[in-house]
Each structure stands twice: as structure tokens, then as C-alpha cells.
């Protein structure tokens, strides 16, 4: 039986800096690796990934939606993990503050743009932040799908979503 996860996660960025979450060794997901502000959506939040990750972004740091700027869907990811088909939606927006709370799931740190890459990150997140960060915002949302080059490499496939009936 395949099961399904879906994720919310916030790119937060104040200045040139990007919020990144060292997370916590006893974390089941990714522990002792980097990763931004997320979480699993409730099932009241399935249909509204924004109100999931406004939730995520107070629960793991403190700031409330007046302290948060254009706030907007920039990604989905789609992959296979196992027998777990995952969906996370990946919003980018602007911290209106740098003072973010303590967070039992891992250290929160503002980490400057150019050096964002040099840390241990999960595969396919790493590939996200490669992509945002060299082609930056988009008027249109990205859907990325992992799967595999011509060679065997792991990579993401990256398109453009759109709709159909308004091109």
C-alpha cells in the first residue's frame, strides 16, 4: 500500500539571509540535517497549504502572519520516498523581523545567501535551493518531481505549472 504525505515549508528570507533549521538529532525526518521552516499539514489544512505553513512558521519560530511579506506558493515537490508518495508545497516570503523563537525540532540560524549551499542538506532540498537560488522568485509556480537523468543520477525535473484551458 502507498501512502501519502504532504508538507508545507517556508523559505524565509530577511536581507540576503535565508532562515535554515539545523535539525535535532532525535528528529525522525532528516536529523542532524539542514532544512527550512515546515511541517506535515493537519487534515483540516489539506485543501489550504498556506494556513498549514503560516501555522508551522509560528509553532517553529514565533512569527505571526503581520510579521511575514509576500508570502507566496513558489513550488511543489513531488517524489516517491519508499511506499510514501510526497507533496510539499514550498512558499517564499520575506521576514519583516530577524528574532525567531526556540524550537524544540532543531536550532533556527540565519544563514547568508552565498553560503547556503555549503550545508548539509537533504538531496532533493538541496536541489530546490540550487534552483531558487539561481533563477530566484517566478511569477509562476514550479512543480519538481525527482527521479532520474540519462545517466542513472538522482536529479529533479522541474516545469512550470500551468493551466491548460488559459494558454
Known amino acids: 500500500m502507498i501512502r501519502a504525505r504532504m508538507i508545507a ?3 524565509l528570507f530577511h536581507d540576503n539571509d535565508l532562515l535554515m533549521m539545523k535539525r535535532s538529532l532525535t528528529r525522525t525526518l532528516s536529523p542532524g ?3 527550512a521552516v515546515g ?3 493537519e487534515p483540516e489544512e489539506i485543501n489550504d497549504p498556506q494556513a498549514a505553513i503560516l501555522r508551522e512558521i509560528h509553532e517553529e519560530t514565533g ?3 503581520e510579521d511575514i511579506a509576500d508570502l507566496r506558493l513558489q513550488y511543489i515537490l513531488i517524489r516517491l520516498n519508499q511506499k ?3 507533496q510539499q508545497f514550498i512558499y517564499t516570503a520575506s521576514a519583516l523581523r530577524r528574532d525567531v523563537g526556540l524550537t524544540e525540532e532543531g536550532e533556527l540560524h540565519w ?3 552565498e553560503q547556503v549551499l555549503n550545508r548539509e542538506i537533504p538531496f ?3 536541489r530546490l535551493l540550487e534552483h531558487y537560488l539561481e533563477r530566484g522568485p517566478s511569477r509562476h509556480v514550479w512543480v519538481g518531481t525527482a527521479g532520474y537523468d540519462g545517466d542513472g543520477k538522482a536529479t529533479v525535473h522541474w516545469t512550470e505549472l500551468a493551466d491548460p484551458q488559459q494558454v
Open 33 to 35: 540535517l539542514w532544512a
Open 39 to 41: 511541517g506535515h499539514l
Open 84 to 86: 510514501e508518495v510526497r
Open 124 to 126: 532533493i532540498f538541496h
Open 63 to 65: 512569527l505571526l502572519p
Open 111 to 113: 544563514i547568508p545567501r
Open 9 to 11: 515549508t517556508a523559505l
